[in-house]
């Protein structure tokens, strides 16, 4: 497996995964764009509306026939948050090469498909299509509301707003149901055209091509796009101490599971030298089935129904995420806080250092046997400006030694509490 990466136009970039090892090749485009409140949704609703017809496909039906041609290949509208990063665009795969019928190259027809779903969409009266625009906003509305339904999601996303409050990084990566129902198609066509003009592209493929066809066969999909000097990489997100008092946040809702959220300040992200460090940390506090809080928060004392932790990659936070009886809340929260003093004392077997290695080690590598967790993974390496592969980080993390982890560990601190609980 080789990876490569090249500037195609300025500002346009592509990251190739060359393997033999999937039946499927995998293609996408990402915009890139600083998570802001105003444009969030706004951004997040652009691939929606584009993925319902272009110029030569208009309608969804056109374009699975289209999809269909590709031996039942897909494109779909992709949002995500890395840090204070909003990737939009496509991610899809269809048959490899190796693998069709007659051998009949598929690569340069995907290309085109989608080039043109991001750069041709249906219109009328020069903006896009409205029927397209309004069941879409009405789409994305339903998802933003529909978050509160997996109340465990939803408690992590409240404390992010919370803690994150005023950055942007508390931002929602679909965007407010506000600012979504108030779009309209005039400000989501200049929103689309600045998109092009303006936010760097990352483009993705993986399989078995070689890189100069994979490069001729986007360049050839992406020749309308405009030529621009201003696509300016995302900037890191800043570091931000938790304040001496934690923030206490309770919101009451109709549950009959409390939700527990506990956000921590790391000190550390993914460009941070000790970051190998913190993913240790993480698995032996509360990233696996042997870290503490679920041996002894969960399993020994019952304090919780689950308990685990988990490192937001690209920003400095750490989220506990519990579910609790209402009445054991602050009995959780002071365990849950001694077993990190535990991880900050080095408290801690070697064996149990191992299992977290082992753990992380074993993710890591994972990566590499999945087409999505590769494509995820390089995505928000390269919204982050990194080029360090998941095999590298894994070597960094087996030699990473118990003196680093529990110096790591006591940068941790506590930023907000977020109790979500029933009605009296």
């Not at 290309?111 to 309004?134: C, I, K, N, S, W």
């Not at 030529?227 to 990489?233: E, G, K, V």
């Not at 992200?269 to 928060?297: C, E, I, Q, R």
Request: hydrophobic share 40%; with cysteine; charged share 25%.
């Amino acid at each position: 497996m080789e990876v490569t990466r090249t500037e195609l136009f300025p500002g346009v970039h592509l990251t190739a995964v060359h393997t033999k090892k999937f039946k499927s090749s995998m293609l996408g485009l990402q915009f890139l764009l600083p998570l802001e409140e105003k444009t969030a949704a706004l951004n997040a609703l652009v691939p929606a509306v584009l993925r319902r017809g272009t110029r030569t496909c208009p309608d969804m039906e056109s374009l699975s026939a289209a999809l269909d041609e590709l031996y039942g290949g897909s494109l779909e509208p992709m949002v995500r948050k890395k840090g204070e990063t909003q990737c939009v665009g496509f991610a899809g795969s269809f048959l490899d090469d190796a693998y069709t019928l007659e051998g009949e190259p598929l690569l340069e027809r995907a290309a085109a498909l989608l080039g043109e779903l991001v750069l041709h969409p249906r219109t009328q009266d020069g903006r896009f299509f409205p029927e397209y625009l309004e069941g879409e906003k009405a789409n994305l509305i339903d998802r933003i509301r529909a978050q509160v339904n997996d109340k465990r999601q939803y408690a992590q996303i409240r404390v992010v707003a919370e803690m994150c409050a005023g950055e942007p990084f508390g931002v929602d990566k679909l965007g407010s149901e506000a600012s979504a129902a108030a779009i309209t198609n005039e400000a989501l066509w200049d929103r689309w055209q600045f998109m092009l003009a303006h936010a760097p592209v990352e483009l993705y493929y993986c399989g078995s091509a070689a890189e100069e066809r994979v490069k001729a066969a986007l360049a050839a999909a992406l020749a309308d796009l405009p030529a621009s000097p201003l696509r300016t990489p995302p900037a890191r997100p800043v570091e931000h101490g938790a304040p001496e008092t934690p923030k206490l946040v309770e919101e009451v809702l109709d549950v009959t599971q409390g939700k527990l959220s506990m956000g921590f300040r790391t000190g550390c992200d993914a460009w941070s030298a000790d970051y190998p460090a913190l993913t240790l940390v993480n698995a032996l506090y509360g990233g696996t089935t042997t870290s503490k809080l679920f041996m002894n928060v969960r399993e020994r004392l019952s304090l919780c129904y689950y308990a685990s932790s988990g490192l937001m990659k690209y920003k400095d936070v750490m989220l506990v995420s519990s579910g609790v009886e209402f009445g054991k809340v602050e009995e959780a929260k002071r365990e849950i806080l001694a077993q990190l003093s535990a991880c900050r004392q080095g408290e801690f077997s070697d064996e149990e250092l191992e299992w977290a290695r082992r753990s992380v080690v074993s993710t890591l590598m994972a990566v590499l046997d999945s087409q999505g967790g590769l494509e995820d993974y390089w995505l928000g390496q390269a919204a982050a400006g990194l080029e360090e592969g998941p095999d590298q980080l894994a070597r960094r993390v087996e030699e990473t030694g118990r003196g680093q982890v529990t110096a790591a560990a006591r940068k941790l601190a506590l930023d907000t509490v977020y109790f979500l609980k029933g009605k009296e």
